[in-house]
Each structure stands twice: as structure tokens, then as C-alpha cells.
């Protein structure tokens, strides 16, 4: 008996170790910006990150690329994210920002874009596997595949 009350409890505290781990929702940050009366929510920041404006006018979710380059090129444009089933989203035309951070890691190059509700759709249910960066490509693990899907389905359920 003393056994099986030690194994259930082992059981329980199991199965609670792993749905805490696979509660990305817990990931996405909330910041409260009460002189514009604004709530921001992002998932962690990595090459490929959301972002959710929460106002009393409505919501905008934008999606942020970031990558790092040895060199410069302030006329960089392109972002791409590259699907599983070989669909391909892209903004060939999107300008992409570069700034210089240090002799370590040379250049910053960012782009932000708001997208609309069939683009949320698509990157709530699409499993990525790379993302693209004016030229620099970026190999999507499974693991965070699977992040960025749940990263994006709960930042989309986030009314206010």
C-alpha cells in the first residue's frame, strides 16, 4: 500500500513537471505602458519573434525577424519564413533595418511587420523550417517549431 501511495505520487508530480514545461503561454511577457495606454505582450525574443499592441482601440500583432551579419548592408531587404509543406511566406520588398553592435558580432539587421488575421492563421498552424533574413537563412529547430506555433495561438487568444 505504501508503495502504490508513493508511485501515484510520483506519478502526479510527473505529469505536473511536464505540463508546466509545455505551457509556453507562461513565456509571453506582458509590459504595461500606462502613459500610452498600452499593453504589450512578446514571446521570447529570438531570429523570429510576436508582439501583440493591446489598446482601447484594438489589437496589432507584428511579426519581428533578427539575425546578426560580419558585415554591413544598409540597402538589405527580404524576409522569408519557409514551411514544411513548401509553402513559402515572403515580403521580398520589406526593408531591413541594419545597425552595427560590436566587433563580435558585427551587424544587427531587424524588420518588423504587421500582420494581418490570414497571416496569424497560417504561423498559428504551419510548422516553420527556416527563416530568412535579407540573405542570411536561419535553420528552424522541431523544438522551436513547436514553440513559435504555441508562442503564436497564445498571443492570438490574448483579448486584453
Known amino acids: 500500500m ?15 513537471i511536464a505540463k508546466a514545461q509545455t505551457d509556453y503561454c507562461q513565456d509571453i511577457t506582458k509590459t504595461i505602458d500606462s502613459a500610452k495606454n498600452i499593453i504589450i505582450y512578446d514571446s521570447p525574443a529570438t531570429y523570429l519573434s510576436i508582439s501583440k499592441d493591446v489598446t482601447n482601440y484594438g489589437n496589432n500583432t507584428s511579426l519581428y525577424f533578427h539575425t546578426t551579419k560580419k558585415d554591413a548592408d544598409y540597402e538589405a ?45 497560417l504561423l498559428k498552424t504551419k510548422r516553420i523550417i527556416k527563416v ?12 522551436y517549431a513547436t514553440k513559435f506555433m504555441a508562442y503564436m495561438n497564445c498571443i492570438d487568444a490574448i483579448k486584453k
Not at 2 to 16: E, G, H, P, Q, V
Not at 132 to 143: A, G, N, W, Y
Open 77 to 121: 531587404y527580404g524576409e522569408y519564413i519557409f514551411f514544411a509543406d513548401g509553402t513559402i511566406w515572403k515580403k521580398e520588398g520589406a526593408h531591413v533595418d541594419c545597425s552595427y553592435i560590436d566587433s563580435q558580432f558585427g551587424y544587427r539587421y531587424s524588420a518588423s511587420k504587421l500582420i494581418e488575421d490570414d497571416e496569424i492563421a
Open 2 to 16: 505504501k508503495n502504490t501511495c508513493i508511485i501515484t505520487a510520483f506519478i502526479i508530480c510527473f505529469f505536473s
Open 132 to 143: 530568412q533574413i535579407f540573405d542570411v537563412v536561419i535553420p528552424v529547430t522541431d523544438e
